[in-house]
Each structure stands twice: as structure tokens, then as C-alpha cells.
């Protein structure tokens, strides 16, 4: 049974630049949260997506965006890239739609550079 | 205004000794409290929860416990081994808030063989 995945493990950037995280979530999961992790800190959330559509956002510009796919995977863009964007950017699955805590779990993460 | 936070950032102790981690929280209306384990190079790893109604939830090993009353979550884990050695977050969750989690900063756990 496949945990959930990320691609790419690594990526490096420059500003300016657009970029596309991919995730898989955790078989038979429907529910995607993005989470960015900065060195030395604990995760922020940065938004959730389920049926398709963004149900939650964090705190974050506009720069941001996301997408989920029938098959439940789910991309995180991210635009005009800035330096402080570089981080660890975590996708977690999780079951069910409803208002209610349910576990979520982590893929390895993707580092993301941007210099 | 809401935060997760903790006490010590790093803890240190001797293998098979039993390890304590603490954490504080300021958000009343917290509904789930998670604890997760993240290794070097890893993503988090869920190792237990406890809902707000409840004080106390023992897993394999580890053993959850929440005190409301002055708004402080800790962690036990029993015969700490080395490969329990990583950073410890906790979380929470706001009712209602349909699960996206607000996480503090950590604390490394290093177990001394």
C-alpha cells in the first residue's frame, strides 16, 4: 500500500521563476493539504483540497495556487518566485470531506531553492 | 491570538530512560491535538491524537496527555531507544476548521545509546 508521494524530491530555482509541485495521496485518500516548511520551524498550513476544489486557505498571497485531480492527486504552483519561498513543501492525505479532524499523513516533502 | 508552541527545544536523554515532551497551547477552541515525529530528511510521521474531551490516550510506547485547565499537552514515551532520536511536533486544530493543522516549532529529541 503506497504512502503518500512527492515529486520532485529537489528542486532549484531562480526569482522570478513559476514552479509546480506534484503529490499523490495515500490510496484511498480524497483530501490534499499543502503545508511549507521552513528551516528550524514547524509546518504552515497553506491550503487544503477536496472534490476538486479549495476548501481552506492559510495565509498565503495569491502567488500560491493549487490544484486537485479527479484521481485525487493534486499540484501546488507557485508564481513569482521569491527567496524567501525556499523551503520544504509538504503534502499530507487525509480521508473524508467533513468538518471533523481526520489523521493526516506526510509524503517526504519537496525542497525548493530559490536563489 | 492562536498559537502552538513548547517549552524546551531540545531534550536529551539516556537509552531506555523514559522522555517527556511538553507543549503549550493558547487556542480554547482547539478541538484535536497531534503529535508527529519528523526524522532528518523526512516528513512528518502521525504518532498520535487526542481529542479535546479527553486527558489522557495511550498508543504503543507513548502515552498523550491534556491538561485544559492551563492550556498544556505533553508526550511520553516509554523506553526511549535511539531510533526514537527526531524533532517532536505537536498540532492542533480548531473545530470546525475542516483539519488543517497549526504546528509549533519542535523539539529534538536526541537519545544517548
Known amino acids: 500500500d503506497a504512502g503518500v508521494t512527492q515529486s520532485p524530491t529537489h528542486l532549484i530555482k531562480t526569482r522570478g521563476q513559476q514552479v509546480t509541485l506534484r503529490c499523490s495521496p495515500k490510496s484511498g485518500h480524497d483530501t490534499v493539504s499543502w503545508y511549507q516548511q521552513a528551516l528550524g520551524q514547524g509546518p504552515q498550513f497553506i491550503f487544503q483540497?477536496?472534490?476538486?476544489?479549495?476548501?481552506q486557505r492559510g495565509n498565503f498571497p495569491d502567488r500560491f495556487s493549487g490544484h486537485q485531480f479527479p484521481n485525487y492527486s493534486s499540484e501546488l504552483n507557485v508564481n513569482a518566485l521569491l527567496l524567501g519561498d525556499s523551503a520544504l513543501y509538504l503534502c499530507?492525505?487525509?480521508?473524508?470531506?467533513?468538518?471533523?479532524?481526520?489523521?493526516?499523513?506526510f509524503g517526504p516533502g519537496t525542497r525548493l531553492l530559490v536563489l | 491570538g492562536e498559537s502552538v508552541g513548547l517549552h524546551l527545544p531540545t531534550l536529551s536523554v539516556q537509552e531506555g530512560d523514559n522522555s517527556i515532551i511538553n507543549c503549550a497551547y493558547s487556542n480554547s477552541a482547539s478541538d484535536y491535538f497531534i503529535w508527529y515525529k519528523q526524522e532528518s530528511g523526512k516528513g512528518p510521521q502521525f504518532i498520535i491524537d487526542?481529542?479535546?474531551?479527553?486527558d489522557k490516550r495511550q498508543g504503543q510506547r507513548v502515552t498523550v496527555l491534556l491538561n485544559k485547565t492551563v492550556k498544556h499537552l505533553s508526550l511520553q514515551i516509554a523506553a526511549t531507544q535511539p531510533g526514537d532520536s527526531a524533532v517532536y511536533f505537536c498540532?492542533?486544530?480548531?473545530?470546525?476548521?475542516?483539519?488543517?493543522?497549526?504546528f509549533g516549532k519542535g523539539t529534538k529529541l536526541s537519545v544517548k545509546p
Open positions: 483540497y477536496y472534490e476538486e476544489e479549495e476548501r
Open positions: 487526542i481529542r479535546s474531551n479527553m
Open positions: 499530507a492525505s487525509s480521508l473524508g470531506g467533513g468538518g471533523a479532524w481526520k489523521t493526516q499523513y
Open positions: 498540532a492542533e486544530t480548531l473545530g470546525g476548521s475542516q483539519g488543517n493543522l497549526i
